[in-house]
Structures are given as C-alpha cells and as structure tokens.
C-alpha cells in the first residue's frame, strides 16, 4: 500500500470521533455530519471553524496537525506556482487536487477554482484522511 | 485618538517575557471604575498573550478573536486591586496561537483558561505596527500610566423572551459609537469578544434565577466556559440576538447553558456556559 492510499476501513474507523469533533466545533447534531457533506456548504463552517476542528482533532486524537496542512498536501510535489497563478488554481493543480480529494464529487470542482476556494470542497471524510495521514507521519517520524 | 490604549488595553506591564513562549504582566485596575465584569479579566489575561505573540512577529501580525476553552472563573474583580497576569503559548505560527492563561489577585485565580486559539490576521487592518512597537516598548519598561481604563457603557439589552428552565432570548444593542472601539481597534472598531460573553453571562444569571425556586439569598455566578467561539466580527451599531438554552443540570447547584449570538441570522458567536448557585453566600 502507498503512503497516500488510505482504506475505507480505516475512514470508517476514525469517522466516529472526528463527526463528534466536527459537532463539537460547529455547535451542530452529530446526526448531521455525514462522511460527504460540505463543511462549508452543508453545515454552515467559517474559516475559524476549521482552526478551532484542527486543533479539536489534534486534542481529540493525540496528534500533531502542522497548519494549512491539507492545503500544502493538496499541492503535493507541485511548486506553488505551479499549482495556483494569482489566486487561480492552474490546469495542473486541478488534476492534482481532483486526485488528492478523491472523495469530493466531480462537479463540486468548478473551473476557473480560485486557491482561496478550496476549503468549500472539504468533507468530513477530508478530515479523515486528514487524521489518518497525520497519525502516518507521526508513526514513521516514531 | 482618544481611547487609543486606554479604553479597552488592560496589561499595565509586561514583566517577564520569552517572545513567542511564555509571558507574566499585571494590569491594575482603577479604584475609580464601577464595575469590572470578570470576563475582563479573560480579556487582560488573552490580551498579554496576544504581546506575548505579536512581539515575535514583529507586529506583523496580530490575533483577533477566536476560540476560549476551559475557561473558569474564580473570585470576582474588585476595582483597586491588581491583576497579576501570565500566559503560555502552546503554539505559534502566521495562522493561529494557542495558549493557557491566568488571572490572579493576590494569588487567588480570578480566571484560567486553556486551548484558546486565535487567528493571526494583518495588524495593518486594525491598528498601526509602528504605534503597537512603540506601545510594546513603554509596556515592556516603565509600564503604562495607572488609572487610563474607565468604565465601559452598560450592555443595552432587552429580554424578549423568557421561559424558565428552558431558554431567555435577548436583544443587544451594540453601541454605534464608545470609546472602547477607538482601541478594540482603531483601524477598524469589533465589539470586543468578551464584552459579548460578558452580556450573556448577565442573561443567562437571570434565566437560572427564574428556573428554580432557590432558598433565600441565593446568589448566582458564571463557573464555567467550556468553550466559546466568535465566528465573526461584530462591529458598532449592530443588533445581535442573543440566546441561552438550558442544557444539563451540571453538578450540585450548577447549570449548563448553551449559548448563541446571531446577527442577521448569522451565527456570530456559539457556546457553552455554567452557572453555579451560592446559597446565603
């Protein structure tokens, strides 16, 4: 298995905490917080939001989450300027995040995608992914 | 700009300091003021943080808002007495601090909070770097002049609902102009996080004295925040209604309220709040 491949059964596994962290930080049911639904669109998050559910999680998991991580991960091996030019996510990094964010639907992924825009398409299952790949990096950096 | 690090700046002196790590200050409260909501305390002990903070980015920076978690308060704030204040920053970066702070008077906690979290946003917005250097500096030394904080307005608040053991929604009326938003900021004036929680301390004291039928001279004070966020900036002249919904009898004499800030439908500010009874105390 590669480092970025991440099993259903491992989602699943984590889903239940970080559903709870997510209706902890947005004040919302936990009913509510389906492994597809839009943080952003679907359960009404700010950008605030998303700092306080990171460090939630990080509290919540016993884990180190760097900042902006999903976003620098999203980027890959790409250079900045090879993923977004002037705010605009370029060809390139379209195909890179349609990739990394495997779990958003398709047609969530309008172009032209402005770089400030990405945090709309997050799910609960990205924070997931999240979590599994910060335990990842903890475990080898072990 | 009158106001300007007077009306709403409450570290006196920073007297120990390890930029970006770690800080101890006081902020002494004027003997003259009527009333110093404990809340503030929370403000004068996130406020040293924030110095605490910005000082290792050079000012570039400044945290605005956020998130308090396990906040409790302990004794009241009596004007005249000094608030001896210290912080740790768990973590630092250009996107967010993380501390833990504590007031005290005389060794006896007024507040302790831990995992507030704050976003760093461009200090150019809300107030000058050069001013907030020169400000740090005078701070740092000799310490500002005692005496510059006065009272701040009483909450404009009508109660328009009120249903006991269950919910009390309000009405706040953010004033358009006080002298608090000429240093909370100059560049560009927020109603001031803990003067919200503040107000929803002062309707949620009333909803758990109208809940139960309490023995004769209870008395009521807020405990607990376990958490409460500010999702957005709430600026002069704005109406915000307010709710607290009763959740859980929390322990003995304490009562867990869930509170929420709206304004124009929008979710300004979320969280939870314990109130404790104090029978003939």
């Known amino acids: 298995m590669s480092q970025d491949e991440i099993k259903k059964e491992e989602i699943l596994e984590v889903f239940p905490t970080v559903a709870k962290t997510i209706a902890d930080a947005l004040g919302c049911d936990v009913d509510d917080v389906k492994l597809n639904v839009s943080l952003i669109e679907g359960l009404d998050a700010e950008s605030i939001d998303f700092l306080d559910l990171v460090f939630r999680l990080e509290r919540s998991f016993k884990l180190k989450i760097p900042r902006g991580k999903i976003v620098e991960d999203s980027r890959g091996d790409l250079s900045e300027a090879e993923f977004e030019q002037k705010g605009i996510v370029t060809p390139a990094g379209m195909e890179r995040l349609r990739a990394f964010l495997s779990e958003v639907p398709a047609d969530r992924f309008s172009t032209p995608m402005k770089a400030a825009d990405i945090p709309r398409l997050f799910t609960a299952e990205t924070f997931c992914k999240l979590v599994i790949r910060a335990r990842r990096a903890g475990a080898s950096a072990a | 700009m009158?106001?300007?690090?007077?009306?709403?700046?409450?570290?006196?002196?920073?007297?120990?300091?390890?930029?970006?790590?770690?800080?101890?200050?006081?902020?002494?409260?004027?003997?003259?003021?009527?009333?110093?909501?404990?809340?503030?305390?929370?403000?004068?002990?996130?406020?040293?943080?924030?110095?605490?903070?910005?000082?290792?980015?050079?000012?570039?920076?400044?945290?605005?808002?956020?998130?308090?978690?396990?906040?409790?308060?302990?004794?009241?704030?009596?004007?005249?007495?000094?608030?001896?204040?210290?912080?740790?920053?768990?973590?630092?970066?250009?996107?967010?601090?993380?501390?833990?702070?504590?007031?005290?008077?005389?060794?006896?906690?007024?507040?302790?909070?831990?995992?507030?979290?704050?976003?760093?946003?461009?200090?150019?917005?809300?107030?000058?770097?050069?001013?907030?250097?020169?400000?740090?500096?005078?701070?740092?030394?000799?310490?500002?002049?005692?005496?510059?904080?006065?009272?701040?307005?009483?909450?404009?608040?009508?109660?328009?609902?009120?249903?006991?053991?269950?919910?009390?929604?309000?009405?706040?009326?953010?004033?358009?102009?006080?002298?608090?938003?000429?240093?909370?900021?100059?560049?560009?004036?927020?109603f001031p996080g803990t003067m919200l929680l503040d107000a929803q301390i002062t309707i949620a004291l009333k909803l758990a004295a109208e809940s139960r039928a309490w023995p004769p001279g209870t008395s009521f004070a807020a405990s607990l925040v376990p958490d409460m966020k500010m999702r957005a900036f709430v600026p002069p002249g704005e109406i915000v209604e307010l709710q607290i919904d009763f959740e859980a009898d929390s322990g003995e004499n304490r009562i867990m309220f869930k509170t929420a800030a709206r304004v124009r439908g929008k979710r300004a500010g979320m969280g939870t709040l314990e109130i404790e009874s104090r029978v003939g105390r």
């Open chain 2, 2 to 190: 009158q106001g300007h690090f007077s009306a709403f700046s409450l570290v006196d002196r920073i007297t120990e300091l390890e930029a970006g790590k770690r800080a101890k200050g006081y902020f002494d409260v004027p003997a003259h003021v009527t009333r110093f909501p404990i809340s503030f305390a929370a403000e004068a002990a996130g406020q040293l943080a924030a110095w605490a903070s910005m000082v290792h980015l050079d000012f570039g920076l400044r945290p605005v808002a956020g998130v308090a978690a396990d906040l409790r308060f302990g004794i009241p704030v009596c004007p005249g007495k000094r608030l001896e204040l210290e912080t740790t920053i768990g973590h630092l970066d250009t996107e967010a601090v993380r501390y833990s702070a504590r007031a005290s008077i005389d060794g006896v906690s007024v507040i302790e909070l831990d995992h507030s979290v704050g976003p760093m946003l461009p200090m150019e917005g809300f107030d000058s770097p050069q001013a907030m250097r020169e400000r740090f500096e005078l701070i740092r030394g000799k310490g500002a002049p005692a005496g510059r904080f006065t009272d701040v307005p009483e909450h404009d608040l009508e109660i328009v609902e009120l249903v006991p053991n269950e919910r009390l929604r309000a009405i706040l009326r953010v004033p358009r102009e006080a002298l608090f938003f000429n240093d909370h900021f100059p560049r560009r004036p927020v």
